[in-house]
């Protein structure tokens, strides 16, 4: 209460600490807190902070552990705030809790936007942070991969789970463009921008084949030739690069994309035994601006994203 006008000011909460001696409680005025809520509400912060700890998952004695509690209004992070998260992949179940907090701001742009320009002073922090969100993601999506390319699942799957997660790609490439249609009644799967030089490769996504060659052996003339599949898609990309060719300063002049001699990848089939690895090898060497890779190689193309996110992330466990 105001003493002039005896208006009501603001709520106040006092916590004391009481020392217990033999022979009675004694006060301890030097450990005193005051909380209020007149500007920041203190005693609002108090109330939640108390609210989690007794929930029953904090109660556990599994749970136990040190938190983080910070206020943000309307989603926004404060510098010293974000700095505070980015220390967080330096803890243990790093990934989980700076999720947790960024889903305490709802994914506000601005809020993220102030965690990745505080991050560019912190290089270690923040190549530990990207590893710390990302690891979990892609650990995921390379598992869906692997379950996908098991059942031999349908084309469709493969390209919308590729779509989803271009990053299975690799470093190779820097973006995935948002359109497939380049040119006149055809479309291709992907189509990606090289990251060297900033070139379009085309990438065409077929299925497993549940495991089938994609190349036979020809007993009477010694050498390897391409199944029918494989033929029929080669046919395919083919026809495609060639009308890129043809259209390449119209698309130029309406799309402003460099279409100059671009090259495709075949996802396809499986790797098989060494014999298979080493003839598909041979055969790649003799394509021209085309290669095949199969759904194997696309894996271990993502298992050495993953070991590379580890690499970032395993020593700051040290």
Same mark, same amino acid.
């Not at 020392?19 to 500007?39: F, G, M, V």
């Not at 330096?90 to 947790?100: F, G, H, P, V, W």
């Not at 271990?300 to 466990?317: D, F, K, S, T, W």
């Given at each position: ?9 603001? !709520? +106040? ?8 001696? *033999?022979? #009675?409680?004694?006060?301890?005025? +030097? ?6 809520? /007149? ?5 609002? &912060?108090?109330?939640?902070?108390? +609210? ?37 992949? +330096?803890?243990?179940?790093? &990934?989980? =809790?700076?999720?947790?907090? %960024? ?10 936007? @102030?965690?990745?320009? @505080? ?14 969100? !990302?690891? &979990? ?7 869906? %991969? ?7 699942? &349908? ?29 006149? #009644? ?17 990438? /065409? ?9 994609? %190349? ?28 890129? #060719? ?18 495709? *990848?075949?996802?396809?089939?499986? !790797?098989? #035994?060494? =014999? ?7 055969? !790649? ?34």
């Amino acid at each position: 209460m105001r003493h002039d006008t005896q208006e009501f000011h603001h !709520n +106040s909460v006092t916590i004391d600490t009481f020392e217990h001696t *033999k022979a #009675d409680w004694k006060r301890r005025p +030097s450990r005193q807190l005051t909380l209020t809520d /007149e500007n920041d509400n203190e005693i609002l &912060a108090l109330q939640m902070f108390l +609210s989690s700890v007794l929930d029953q998952a904090l109660r556990s004695q599994e749970r136990a552990g040190k938190y983080l509690v910070m206020r943000i209004d309307n989603g926004k992070l404060t510098e010293v705030q974000a700095r505070e998260l980015l220390k967080i992949v +330096s803890s243990d179940d790093r &990934a989980k =809790q700076l999720l947790l907090a %960024l889903e305490s701001v709802n994914n506000s742009p601005e809020a993220l936007w @102030t965690l990745a320009t @505080t991050a560019s002073s912190e290089p270690r922090l923040a190549g530990l942070t990207a590893a710390a969100l !990302n690891v &979990a993601k892609f650990t995921h999506a390379h598992g869906e %991969l692997k379950r996908l390319i098991e059942v031999n699942a &349908a084309e469709y799957e493969f390209q919308r789970h590729l779509a989803d997660n271009p990053w299975l790609f690799g470093s190779e490439y820097s973006a995935l463009l948002d359109r497939s249609r380049w040119t006149r #009644d055809e479309q291709q799967d992907f189509m990606l921008r090289r990251t060297v030089d900033g070139y379009l490769e085309v990438i /065409e996504i077929k299925t497993p084949l549940n495991g089938t060659p994609l %190349l036979r052996f020809d007993q009477s003339h010694g050498s390897y030739y391409a199944v029918s599949d494989l033929s029929r898609v080669q046919g395919q990309v083919t026809k495609y690069l060639q009308r890129l #060719d043809d259209q390449r300063l119209s698309i130029a002049v309406t799309d402003e994309e460099r279409i100059l001699k671009a090259r495709a *990848k075949i996802i396809i089939g499986r !790797n098989g #035994d060494q =014999q298979q690895v080493e003839a598909l090898r041979q055969y !790649n060497s003799h394509l021209h601006r085309i290669e095949i890779l199969t759904f194997d190689q696309l894996l271990q193309i993502g298992e050495r994203v993953l070991e590379h996110l580890y690499q970032v992330i395993e020593p700051a466990q040290s």
